[in-house]
T-cell receptor
Framework: AQKVTQAQTEISVVEKEDVTLDCVYE???????LFWYKQPPSGELVFLIR??????QNEISGRYSWNFQKSTSSFNFTITASQVVDSAVYFC?????????????FGGGTRLMVKP | TAGITQAPTSQILAAGRSMTLRCTQD?????MYWYRQDLGLGLRLIHY???????GKGEVPDGYSVSRANTDDFPLTLASAVPSQTSVYFC?????????????FGPGTRLTVT
């Protein structure tokens, strides 16, 4: 069965600090997809990024970067020069290609608080 | 574009009563989903539908039922609510039902069962 673990339940940083959110996953499939979603205080989940299991290239989008390492089953998310607007709950999620229901398995989430 | 709308925004429901949570999407997505969000557990899939006319069970389906009469609507029904169903419910959709597609989420319905 698939599983996603976000060991950090809450992180507090001061604005402009860099912060890394950890994500470790378990799956038996060789083809799978990893996602990060952001849930701001307003409550809606916002899609941030998707990676497939065959693409281990790191990705950078502005202040956001993602480090995917199959060897350690990790898909970590780094925010550089954090801002107050980054305060949110961040979820890592996994879906398996063979899953007929496209079930997203979510981690428990990491609450990030960025203080001014 | 509205995306996904959910109704009601919040509800307090007495145990044993029934209720239908509504979800409508205007993106013509084929697949739709219902999740519940509980503190520390992330989101867990209740039911899904890969296309109109078909539905399937997710990780936590007991006590819930769904229907998919058309592409746009995917209501979730609690036949006889229990306090453990107190949660925030999110409806989501994706273009296809494959693992590749990102899912788009509605604003959520906060349900309290007393």
């Amino acid at each position: 069965a698939q599983k996603v673990t976000q060991a950090q339940t809450e992180i507090s940083v001061v604005e402009k600090e860099d912060v890394t959110l950890d994500c470790v996953y378990e799956t038996r499939d060789t083809t799978y997809y990893l996602f990060w979603y952001k849930q701001p205080p307003s409550g809606e989940l916002v899609f941030l990024i998707r990676r497939n299991s065959f693409d281990e290239q790191n990705e950078i989008s502005g202040r956001y970067s993602w480090n995917f390492q199959k060897s350690t089953s990790s898909f970590n998310f780094t925010i550089t020069a954090s801002q107050v607007v980054d305060s949110a709950v961040y979820f890592c999620a996994l879906s398996e290609a063979e899953d007929a229901g496209n079930m997203l398995t979510f981690g428990g989430g990491t609450r990030l608080m960025v203080k001014p | 574009t509205a995306g996904i709308t959910q109704a009601p925004t919040s509800q307090i429901l007495a145990a044993g009563r029934s209720m239908t949570l509504r979800c409508t999407q205007d993106m013509r997505h084929n697949a739709m989903y219902w999740y519940r969000q509980d503190l520390g557990l992330g989101l867990r899939l209740i039911h899904y539908s890969n296309t109109a006319g078909t539905t399937g069970k997710g990780e936590v389906p007991d006590g819930y039922s769904v229907s998919r009469a058309n592409t746009d609507d995917f209501p979730l029904t609690l036949a006889s609510a229990v306090p453990s169903q107190t949660s925030v419910y999110f409806c989501a959709s994706s273009f296809t039902g494959t693992g590749y597609d990102e899912q788009y989420f509605g604003p959520g319905t906060r349900l309290t069962v007393t």
